[in-house]
RNA sequence: GCCCGGGUGGCGGAACUGGUAUACGCGCACGACUUAAAAUCGUGUUCCGAAAGGGGUGCGGGUUCGAUUCCCGCCCCGGGCACCA
């Protein structure tokens, strides 16, 4: 017999399989009777072309190999797509580096790596193949990107963005990390890891926030496991609360509307810019309002300005069943404006702007108008009130002073209007801008000492007690999220009795004696006068919001951040009139191309796509002169939102993927990855999948009905593997050496899938499996035509119980485990039964697809051993006809007794009795009670 | 600080519903084969102890005939969130 030759034998069959078409996955597949095979879609995370697989894509790749074959076996027409998330930053700074197109590199890049992913050995069908960055791929993330935006989920605003000053583009959220340590913290990008900065840009945002509770709720019917709901859950960061209004006293309602123009416009922005366009700024007029005189010939700049300056989504053309409303001022008509309920508040907004401004003639039509009136006296008592969030409503009573965020709207109209109320505004005014300036890291972190300064000349009227506290600006508290305004409890909230301790603020302690909600400390004066005392947290709470407040809940979660500055990124498919105003690209142009004319790389901070000559021809010759097209191209995790849909179809030209194509495979039943995408990829998709099927384009409302989070491999030192710290595994030597059989079982062998484990790469390891490979190779020669003995026939049913157990549940080590004690006992008794080693073969042929496959034919099997039916086991044979107890004393083992199964109680325990060391352990003692359990143990409690 | 996981030999890790803790593999030791080494095969390998025996699943308690498993209180490690009110 000749050795196990990994090398011959795993060519030739990866060559045989690719010639028979072996993997090739039909949309529907029948049994040999002809009766059709149940699809199963099993996924796994496709790589992006980097250039070169590491150890760790062998293990995202090849071990979810096992399943997807263990399935096929079992009978279900399976797929196991795999392709390229090929669009991405890297590939723009190799092009930048080598001064190559990445276009070029990454096409050769995925080339390459097609080929290292072969030698794996899969089951992949690259007839299905999917690549991010082609066009026939991105013209549906393009019309995907659309519907989104009809749908009013994409919008356009100006806003603090993360910004990563290595990649020169803006970041998602999701797309920085924060790291902690003792004296500061650190956030840094997610791809290059330099510390991420702020800037203050307009940039193109997903909706995400619409269905926070959505993709809460719908956790719950997951079958994913728990730590991996549990991130999201965080993130998503649900609070539910109350909502508290402190009317202002000292700020009458004509103060603040008089100003009120200038805090929704945003005066600070506006104003430079309305000088750059030659409009005079605000002019007051003798009733206190205030004006803006616009030249005839300005009015498209100012147009143009507010347009974007003001909320996006109002714009938005798609908005049907219209009222329309003409705004005009003396000069002529100003704006045309679509009235839709569903943006009343916004709408209203800018009414109330355009009235406030002193354009007459509409506010005297508005003012006729019963909903109007109604919704402006709403909007006048909030302008004069603080709104504030709480999750503990209980400590109300506690209150000693109102905090507002640097960036609220009211500290910008209070301290900015022609004759502020507030008597140190140039004080506040000096904060404020110190605050913008500091970085977000420095402002939250709260470790530092907390700053803040009075609005002095106002205070807040407590809404139970009717008494006044101060009102504070102060950057602890945070703009985005609740109202940007807290009501300070400094005795029950750590933040505020720091603040309060600093700046020498009262201290009160209204709930002291409830068992809940402790005081923080003895410094406040205890009053515990009020009527909700002795109620629980939970109860106060409840009938304080009932009666002072509103129930409100809050989400952590932010819009997701889409637009990139960067060139190798699927183009957002929006192009501007010349009015300045976005409209989506007809579907006829697309795809959208990304343009290769004259593109300089280099990141400056601004789109490379900006530099394009050919797509500013190109918009306007179709749109027409002064059209310009929008140079930001999408996070590539918006590539990565759908493409486990375009498998299920991939050669659609009509449509992204085909209704009832994804209906026979979709949802993902399992999907297997790395734990870094919990909070990005994983919550991208469930969003994007849920927009879709509320747009009627996909058939479920969430993607991926099973998610297996991996492990990492770490170096051979057990440190994480970086290319600074020489550990990178580079698997090639590995599976010239031993084969791509041995390096994936290997793989599988380390340690349960499915628990985010960390794993050392051990060659003492990969040794054992290797060994094990070549004991199974040689037992061919002593394969005999004798029978089974019962023991092994027994274990054979046992081995296959627990393999396919195992397999199914992802513990792939176990299983491996089990075949190894099988073959273990069959080189003992130096033979093994045709029928036992062709079901070993057949259990490890996930596992193992060259070895087994060779072996099988070696037997003399005409059909690949891939497509046979997985081994059934018989579970009546599964134990044996003799039984071991333990027999112990007290709890002790002291001795072991061989019987037949049925053995009845009453014997098995005389014989325990007759026992050496059983004996004379209990001859002269009493026997108190005897312990028995069928097929186990046998306990004698004695006295001691 | 809040919320999840987890802690078992020298190492990766097993252990059903509370029932013989340490399966399987690595490593190590000894032996066989060999002039020798590698490879391979065999034997042993939780700790203390020569043995008898005793201890032992992060620590301290508890429940139980019996606890890695259940309960209470701690410690440590990993992960998520975090001036989120």
Same mark, same amino acid.
């Given at each position: ?698 058939? !479920? &409302?969430?993607? /991926? ?7 990492? $491999? @770490?170096?051979?030192?057990?440190? %994480?593997?970086? *290319? ?83 397999? !199914? &549940?992802?513990? /792939? ?7 190894? $004690? @099988?073959?273990?006992?069959?080189? %003992?008794?130096? *033979? ?113």
């Amino acid at each position: 017999m000749e050795g196990y030759n990994h090398k011959e034998i795993e060519k030739k069959w990866q060559e045989k399989w690719e010639a028979d078409n072996l993997y090739k996955t039909e949309d529907q597949a029948k049994t040999a009777d002809g009766s059709p095979k149940e699809n199963f879609y099993t996924l796994v995370e496709f790589p992006y072309p980097s250039g070169n697989l590491h150890v760790g894509h062998w293990y995202a790749f090849a071990v979810p190999d096992i399943f997807a074959r263990f399935r096929r076996m079992r009978g279900y027409n399976v797929l196991y797509p795999i392709g390229f998330d090929s669009f991405g930053l890297p590939a723009e700074n190799a092009a930048i580096k080598r001064g190559l197109d990445p276009k070029e590199w990454t096409y050769s890049n995925i080339d390459y790596m097609s080929g290292q992913l072969k030698s794996m050995g899969n089951m992949f069908d690259w007839s299905r193949k999917v690549v991010t960055s082609d066009p026939e791929y991105y013209k549906w993330t393009q019309w995907l990107f659309i519907e989104l935006f009809k749908k009013g989920l994409v919008y356009k605003k100006k806003g603090l963005v993360n910004w990563c000053p290595s990649c020169q583009t803006v970041l998602a959220n999701e797309q920085v990390l924060t790291h902690s340590t003792d004296s500061e913290q650190v956030a840094t990008c997610e791809r290059c890891g330099t510390e991420v900065t702020k800037k203050d840009l307009e940039q193109w945002y997903f909706k995400i926030t619409d269905y926070a509770e959505r993709l809460l709720k719908d956790l719950d019917g997951l079958d994913w496991p728990e730590p991996i709901k549990e991130s999201q859950r965080n993130w998503i960061g649900k609070s539910e609360g109350a909502e508290f209004s402190f009317q202002l006293s000292g700020v009458s309602f004509q103060e603040n509307q008089s100003s009120a123009l200038s805090y929704v416009m945003g005066v600070d922005d506006i104003t430079s810019d309305l000088k750059k366009i030659g409009v005079e700024i605000f002019e007051k007029t003798p009733s206190g309002d205030y004006k803006v005189t616009v030249p005839k010939n300005k009015l498209r700049d100012f147009e143009g300005l507010i347009s974007e300056k003001l909320k996006p989504g109002f714009w938005n053309e798609y908005i049907a069943d219209e009222t329309v409303f003409i705004f005009k001022d003396q000069t002529g008509e100003i704006k045309r404006f679509i009235w839709d309920e569903a943006n009343e508040a916004e709408l209203l907004q800018l009414c109330n702007e355009y009235a406030k401004a002193n354009f007459s003639s509409i506010r005297g039509m508005l003012e006729g108008n019963e909903w109007y009136r109604e919704k402006l006296e709403a909007h006048s008592r909030q302008l004069e009130a603080v709104r504030v969030f709480t999750t503990r409503a209980d400590t109300l009573f506690g209150v000693t002073y109102i905090v507002l965020a640097p960036e609220h709207e009211l500290v910008q109209s209070l301290v900015n209007s022609q004759k502020p109320i507030v008597e140190n505004a140039e004080e506040v005014k000096k904060y404020v801008e110190e605050a913008k300036k500091k970085t977000e890291i420095e402002r939250t972190d709260a470790k530092k000492e907390k700053t803040g300064v009075e609005l002095q000349g106002i205070k807040a009227i407590h809404p139970a007690t009717g008494e006044e506290v101060p009102v504070w600006v102060a950057d602890y508290v945070l703009a985005q999220y609740g109202t940007g305004a807290v009501m300070a409890v400094p005795a029950h909230d750590e933040r505020d009795f720091q603040f309060a301790k600093t700046y020498n603020l009262a201290i009160t302690d209204v709930i002291a004696d409830r068992e809940e909600g402790r005081a923080l400390t003895e410094y406040g004066t205890v009053i515990n006068s009020h009527e909700f005392d002795g109620l629980t947290s939970e109860e106060a709470k409840e009938k304080i919001t009932e009666k002072y407040g509103t129930k409100k809940i809050t989400y952590k979660l932010r819009d997701w951040l889409l637009s990139r500055q960067r060139y190798w990124g699927c183009p957002i498919p929006i192009v501007y009139d010349p009015e300045g105003k976005p409209h989506p690209v007809p579907e006829e142009h697309l795809p959208w191309v990304l343009p290769t004319d004259n593109i300089d790389y280099t990141p400056k901070g601004t789109s490379p796509l900006g530099s394009s000559k050919e797509l500013v021809e190109r918009t306007e010759k179709i749109f027409g002169k002064g059209w310009r097209p929008e140079i930001d191209t999408m996070d590539t995790f918006v590539d990565s939102s759908w493409y486990f849909l375009r498998y299920t179809d991939p050669h659609n030209d009509q449509s992204f993927a085909d209704k009832n194509m994804q209906k026979s495979w979709m949802p993902v039943k399992r999907y297997s990855g790395g734990a870094e995408h919990t909070t990005m990829h994983l919550l991208y998709s469930r969003f994007f999948h849920k927009a879709l099927y509320d747009l009627g384009l996909v058939n !479920e &409302s969430e993607p /991926f009905k099973n998610r297996m989070n991996r492990g990492l $491999i @770490l170096g051979p030192d057990g440190q %994480k593997m970086s *290319k600074s710290k020489g550990n990178v595994v580079d698997p090639g030597p590995h599976v010239e050496r031993v084969g791509a059989d041995t390096v994936k079982t290997y793989l599988a062998f380390i340690g349960p899938y499915n628990e985010v484990g960390q794993y050392p790469w051990d060659l003492g390891g990969i040794a054992g499996v290797r060994r094990f490979l070549e004991r199974v190779w040689k037992l061919q020669e002593i394969v005999t035509t004798d029978e089974d003995s019962k023991e092994i026939h027994i274990l054979l049913n046992q081995t296959i119980k627990k393999v396919t157990e195992d397999i !199914e &549940s992802y513990k /792939f080590n176990t299983g491996i485990s089990q075949m190894m $004690i @099988l073959v273990n006992e069959v080189e %003992k008794v130096k *033979k093994i039964s045709k029928h036992t080693y062709k079901t070993l073969l057949q259990l490890l042929a996930p596992f193992a697809p060259h070895l087994t496959e060779e072996l099988w034919e070696k037997m003399g099997h005409k059909n690949s051993i891939h497509i046979e039916s997985w081994p059934q086991y018989d579970s009546s044979k599964l134990i044996g006809d003799e039984v071991t107890y333990a027999i112990q004393i007290n709890g002790k083992l002291r001795g072991e007794l061989r019987v037949a199964r049925d053995t009845e109680e009453s014997d098995v325990v005389t014989m325990a009795q007759d026992i050496q060391g059983i004996k004379e352990r209990i001859r002269d003692k009493q026997v108190l009670k005897t312990v028995f359990v069928k097929g186990r143990l046998v306990n004698f409690v004695i006295e001691i």
